[in-house]
Every structure is written in structure tokens, then in C-alpha cells.
């Protein structure tokens, strides 16, 4: 509950910043963009013949962007933040969390054009809170966890010189021959066990190699866009070995405040071990798809 509070106040303290920035500046060069919505469900039975378990899912999204085009300068910066919890059946774990990430992303350089830019990078990807793997115990049947991440546990910090090409904000290509990923494990447990790909005992790995990007943001009809943003990267000493991260979003809007959103992340990465059907662990696609209907407020 305490992490909860102190998530959803900071999530309060953005949204003010960001609205009283957009006030201070109506008439600058700056463009501030926000939304956050809640999406809540509930299933509650009883004596229901056919079964089930009574359940009570909360999630609540956040993305906050502001950019800068004034002449040849542009600036741009995006936080997008998700977390959502599921309540279900009578487990000793009957709480478990279904969506939790954080991404900051910046842009800065020199606008070559209409559609070329050269320009510096930073993205920061991690998570906010504890993840599990919940299993049963096969002693005295009782459901167990193990701890699998944390908050920059892992956390991904990428830092890029890169050449992006931009129609009209629909879409960017980009690719960066200059390319800095660090990957950390400030978790001790993590560290110890070398998840993640990063050395046991060690928190932090660094590799050096090029990143290729691609982003799509369209609007398909009157109340319905997409978007997709797919991020790969290979170390040089290795280039055989690519990073994949591909998110995509499609979101239905039915009217002002509410609407239905379906996104999925797929995630590749040789250095992350991911539990197979058959019990082992091994090199894997990470696959993810969360469906919400709820409440928004954009601004």
C-alpha cells in the first residue's frame, strides 16, 4: 500500500508539472501532451454452478510528452508509465501484478531538413515495484514465489547518436551506429544469481554496438489509432545476437473520457533465461497483451 501511495502521488506531482507547463507556455515553442487513464474490474460468484474465482483487477496508465521544434533545434521528451494488479481466489498470493513499466525516452539534435535529423538519445526502461514467479510446492501443495526482478532490476539506459528519418510524425526509421547499452541488477539477490546477463556479484554490463528503431503513430479512423514502436540492438563483438523489444498499441476511443485499449509487448533477449512448458529455463520470446477498458483524460 505504501508503494501504491507514494506511485500515485508522484503520478499527481507530473500531472500538475506538466499542466502548469503547458499554461506558462502557451505562447512558446513548446507542444506538452498528457494522458492517464484507470480501468477497474470486477467478477464476484456465488454458489456459481459452472465455477470460477471471484476477482478484482485495477490498472492505471500514464504518458506525459514535450517537445521543442523552434529552426533547425528539436527537442523532444516522453515518459510513459503502466501498473496494474489483479485480486483473485483465496491463494496465500492472492494478489499478483499484471502490468508494471516505466520508459523515459529524450531526443535532442539538428533538424538537416523537412524529414532528416541527426540527433543524441537517452532512454531509461525499467519496472517500479517486485516481480514474481508464483509456483506450486509439490510437498505440501502450497503455492510459493521466487523473486525474478525489481526496480532497475532489470533497468536498460541507452544512449545513441543516431540518423532519423521523419514523415510527419507517422512515422521515424532511425539507425544509430553509436549505440551505448547498459543494462543493470542494483538488486543484491538478482546480482548474485548473474540474472539478466550481467556477471554474478556484478551490478551493472556494458556493451557497445548499433541500434535500429522504428516508430508508427497513425490515426486509422475517427476514433481509433495505433501505435507501434519496435527497438532492436546487437553489441558489434556479436552481432548475430539482437535485442528485440516491439510494443505496439491500439486504442478505440468511444467517447471524451472513456475508451478501450489492446496492446502487446514482445520482447527477445539472448541473455534473459525465460521458464520453459517443460520446467527448464532457456533463451526464449517474451510475449505480453494486456486489453483495458476504462477511464481517460487527455489534455
Known amino acids: 500500500m505504501k508503494k501504491l501511495t507514494i506511485l500515485f502521488s508522484l503520478l499527481l ?13 502557451k505562447d512558446s515553442v513548446w507542444l506538452h501532451q498528457g494522458s492517464f487513464g484507470v480501468n477497474f474490474s470486477n467478477v464476484g ?30 527537442w523532444g521528451t516522453q515518459l510513459d508509465m503502466a501498473y496494474g494488479v489483479v485480486r ?12 508494471d513499466q516505466m520508459v523515459l525516452t529524450s531526443d535532442m539534435g539538428y533538424k538537416i531538413n523537412e524529414h532528416w535529423r541527426l ?12 516481480g514474481y514467479d508464483f509456483y506450486m510446492d509439490e510437498t505440501d501443495d502450497q503455492e510459493m514465489r521466487r523473486k525474478i526482478s525489481a526496480f532497475m532490476a532489470p533497468g536498460y539506459l541507452v544512449l545513441n ?9 507517422i512515422v521515424s526509421l532511425s539507425l544509430a551506429p553509436v549505440s551505448n547499452r547498459f543494462t543493470f541488477v542494483m538488486d543484491e539477490q538478482l546480482s548474485e544469481q548473474g540474472a539478466f546477463g550481467v556477471e554474478a556479484g556484478e551490478r551493472m ?7 535500429i528503431h522504428n516508430a508508427i503513430q497513425a490515426k486509422l479512423m475517427e476514433n481509433v489509432s495505433v501505435k507501434s514502436d519496435l527497438n532492436m540492438f546487437a553489441p558489434y563483438e556479436e552481432l548475430d545476437r539482437w535485442v528485440v523489444n516491439w510494443g505496439t498499441l491500439l486504442v478505440f476511443k468511444v467517447n471524451k473520457y ?40 487527455s489534455y
Open 13 to 25: 506531482v507530473m500531472v500538475s508539472q506538466f499542466a502548469i507547463a503547458q499554461i506558462a507556455s
Open 45 to 74: 460468484l456465488y454458489n456459481w454452478a459452472a465455477g470460477g474465482q471471484n476477482s478484482t483487477a485495477l490498472g492505471a496508465v500514464l504518458s506525459l510528452k514535450t517537445k521543442m521544434d523552434e529552426g533547425a533545434m528539436v
Open 88 to 99: 483473485q481466489g483465496d491463494s496465500r498470493y492472492n494478489v499478483k501484478k499484471t502490468d
Open 119 to 130: 540527433l543524441g538519445s537517452a532512454q531509461l526502461r525499467t519496472q517500479m515495484d517486485v
Open 161 to 169: 547518436a543516431k540518423a532519423e528519418y521523419n514523415y510527419k510524425d
Open 205 to 211: 554490463r556494458y556493451q557497445f554496438g548499433m541500434t
Open 258 to 297: 472513456i475508451n478501450t485499449n489492446f496492446g502487446t509487448q514482445l520482447i527477445y533477449d539472448p541473455d534473459v533465461l525465460v521458464p520453459k512448458s517443460d520446467g527448464t529455463t532457456g533463451q526464449g520470446v517474451q510475449f505480453k497483451h494486456v486489453l483495458n477498458v476504462g477511464v481517460a483524460v
